[in-house]
Each structure stands twice: as structure tokens, then as C-alpha cells.
């Protein structure tokens, strides 16, 4: 089985032990993103809207470096801490699919590392 490492300077660089994304074959693995602006390092969570549209951009720089995009998308993981948000981000993340909407499970966690909102992994097929 060959595994290549993806990294980029585009998105937030790990906070433990992993990578932004393995791919392996056909499949794109990405870790967990949360709202960490790669330019700066900071957060960028004064709201949930932003919150999102952050974890999602972070998500899209890695898919590029890998030659894909959301349409490659094939399952999703969302972890929030307060499932009464789940509106708010459901609405913003639907805007980065077209129609082709991957398979999905969103759960209500504890925490998260930073203690940001919400994190969003993803699994890409090309």
C-alpha cells in the first residue's frame, strides 16, 4: 500500500502528532480542521459563520494541494459542541458542495482542541 503525506503551508500546521491529510491509492484521508487561520496561527472564531467558512477554507487548500475539490468529497465528519448550532453550520457548509453532497455524520462532542465550535474531517476519492 503506498501512502503519500500531504502538507501545506495553505492550511494550519498539525497541533499533534498527524498530518493534514494521507492519501493512499484513490483516497484522500484529511484530518480534522478547525478554524486556525494559516497565515497567522490565530483563530478566527468572533462568530460560528466564520468559524465555518474558516474550517472550510482550511479543508479546500488541502484538497488543492491533493488535485482535488469538493466534488471529490465522498464523507464528512462534523463535531460540534452544541448540536442547537447545527443549523448555522449545516447552512455554510452545504454552500461548498454542488448538489453532490458527500455521505455525513455530524456529532455533538464534549470539547474541541482549542476549544473552538466545530471540526470537520473529510475522505476525498479521485
Not at 499533534?16 to 491529510?21: L, M, T
Not at 483516497?27 to 474550517?55: M, W, Y
Not at 488541502?62 to 465528519?77: D, E, P, R, Y
Not at 462532542?109 to 473552538?116: E, G, I, Q, T
Request: one cysteine or more; glycine letters at 4%; a neutral charge.
Amino acid at each position: 500500500m503506498e501512502k503519500n503525506i500531504i502538507n501545506t503551508s495553505s492550511a494550519p500546521a498539525p497541533i499533534g502528532p498527524y498530518n493534514q491529510a494521507v492519501q493512499s491509492g484513490n483516497f484522500l484521508f484529511i484530518s480534522g480542521q478547525v478554524c486556525i487561520d494559516p497565515a497567522s496561527g490565530e483563530l478566527r472564531n468572533k462568530d460560528l459563520a466564520e468559524e465555518t467558512h474558516q474550517v472550510m477554507h482550511n479543508l479546500k487548500a488541502i484538497l488543492q494541494v491533493a488535485g482535488m475539490n469538493f466534488s471529490n468529497v465522498v464523507k464528512t465528519t462534523i463535531f460540534l459542541t452544541d448540536m442547537k448550532r447545527f443549523a448555522e453550520v449545516n447552512e455554510i457548509y452545504g454552500k461548498y458542495f454542488n448538489d453532490h453532497f458527500p455521505a455525513r455524520e455530524t456529532v455533538q462532542v464534549s470539547a474541541l482542541p482549542k476549544f473552538v465550535n466545530v471540526e470537520i474531517s473529510m475522505i476525498a476519492a479521485k
